[in-house]
């Protein structure tokens, strides 16, 4: 079975080029057939999840052509409204959700398979529902597991979210482009993802105003037309770089980033006695010492990204003192905790909050990814640990991060991926 094999105890050090941001371009991408006309997208990330919803606007009749590795054409002119967006990969994805906002605000019907994703909690689409509702739509569920939302007219609503989605706040965007009338999206999240895609949208002709605000408005268009875009650096990725160089207390120079996006998380890593430079888009991280500990607790967009609550865990696990970290967005993602125990970990779980008494070393053991962050923070405590470990699931980790094991070894890591028991061997030879 594929998965990584591990050698830690080397100073991540060097410079790595982070990719297009996942979630920006799921929604991104999903938005891409509302015209008619041609889109052409840039910087999008090599990855699965993206794979899987550029497979399934092509299956209901996009054309997607790609143009490199990280572009492509796309044109949704052949979809029909009677469109069924359902596999075995859309049924996997989270960011199929989009999918639903996107044919409906375009064709007045949608008829998605329901979302899938890491596992990390319950992760309801009500907020997502209550407004595609609030603009007219007819919202049901339908056999098998199918969410379909129908309207003769969309007209502009008031909507107040009862919690601060992402996803929701995205597809609710989508879904009022074209509505009659100005819909005002209130409690809106503010993620970088959330402004990237509203840009887009407004590139292709929308009229779409406070996005990175808790309240957006849009003004409902005619239509939408071709544009070319490029997306966003992806934040997370950004973040697990910076966290790998500090658990390994390396010096690494992360590229192609945006610092006020990571601004939070540069915070925390100062705070714990790493020094950070920033430039217009780089980030490079220097920690020389044993770090300290500290309290973080996750939050909505500008605060601690829950998608970086795994690895910032990881990191404290191995700094001086004791720690507290509080999960307030997801209500099961502490799975990897015992994983991490394996390594020689301390940390105490009790409901969302996680207590770390920071050991001296992580020792190298057999490791499961339980989901995609909580995968790429058990990679950063191989990384750190003394010892080889293996990394198995790790289908969820090239969920959303593009040549992980090629970018870590540019930073003198000693990680391969390893299919076969000969690849396996060939590891232990080599590092023997
Ligand atoms: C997105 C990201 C994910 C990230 C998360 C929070 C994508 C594809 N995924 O997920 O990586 O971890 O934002 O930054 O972009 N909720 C409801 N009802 C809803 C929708 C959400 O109660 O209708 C709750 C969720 O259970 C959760 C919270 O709201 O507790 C935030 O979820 P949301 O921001 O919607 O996350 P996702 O869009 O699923």
């Known amino acids: 079975m594929a998965h990584y094999m591990v050698r830690g105890g080397n100073p991540l050090s060097g410079e790595v080029e982070i990719a297009g941001a996942k979630n920006a371009a799921l929604g991104i991408l999903a938005a891409s057939v509302m015209t008619n006309e041609t889109v ?21 009749g996009a054309h997607v052509e790609r143009l490199d590795r990280h572009s492509c054409r796309i044109n949704g002119s052949g ?81 107040y979210m009862d919690v601060v989605s992402v996803g ?25 993802h959330v402004v990237d895609t509203a840009n887009f949208l407004n590139s292709m002709g929308a009229n779409i105003k406070g996005a990175g605000t808790d309240v957006i408005r849009i003004k409902g268009v005619q239509k ?24 390994t207390r390396g010096d690494v120079l992360i590229k192609n980033v945006i610092p006020k996006h990571l601004e939070f998380l540069t915070a925390k890593l100062t705070e714990i006695g790493c020094q950070i430079h920033e430039s217009d888009d780089e ?28 690895q910032i865990t990881v990191l404290l696990g191995l700094s001086n003192g004791v720690s507290i970290i509080t999960e307030s967005i997801f209500e099961n993602r502490f799975k990897y905790v015992d994983e991490l ?40 405590a191989a990384l750190a640990a003394e010892g080889v470990s293996e990394i198995y699931d790790i289908h969820y980790i090239e969920r959303g991060y593009e040549d992980f094991p090629e970018k870590l070894r540019g930073l003198g890591a000693e990680i391969e991926r390893v299919d076969t028991d000969q690849d396996r061997r060939r590891f232990s030879f080599k590092i023997v």
């Open 40 to 60: 052409t997208i840039e910087n999008i990330p090599d990855v699965s999840d993206i794979r899987a919803i550029l497979n399934a606007i092509e299956e209901i």
């Open 79 to 159: 979809i029909s409204s009677q469109a069924v967006v359902d596999n075995d990969y859309v049924r996997k994805i989270r960011g199929s959700y989009y999918l639903i906002g996107s044919l409906l605000g375009r064709h007045r019907r949608a008829a998605v398979a329901l979302p899938g994703g890491c596992n990390i909690g319950l992760r309801p689409i009500d907020q997502h529902i209550k407004g595609f509702r609030a603009l007219g739509a007819d919202v049901y569920l339908a056999p098998p597991g199918m969410v379909v939302a129908e309207a003769e007219v969309l007209r502009g609503a008031h909507i």
């Open 168 to 192: 929701a706040t995205i597809n609710i965007m989508m879904a009022s482009v074209m509505a009659e009338g100005t819909t005002t999206i209130e409690n809106a999240a503010k993620e970088p």
């Open 224 to 247: 939408l037309h071709g544009t070319t875009y490029s997306i966003i650096p992806d934040q997370i990725e950004a973040g697990t770089f910076m966290f790998a160089a500090a658990a």
């Open 283 to 310: 980030v490079r991280v220097v920690a020389t010492k044993r770090l300290g500990a500290t309290n973080a607790k996750t939050l909505p967009y500008p605060g601690f990204p829950t998608d970086m609550q795994p």
């Open 341 to 380: 125990t394996k390594m020689g970990a301390s940390i105490r779980v009790e409901g969302n909050t996680a207590i770390i008494t920071g050991v001296g070393k992580y020792t190298g053991a057999n490791l499961s990814s339980p989901d995609l962050r909580a995968g790429a923070a058990l990679v950063i």
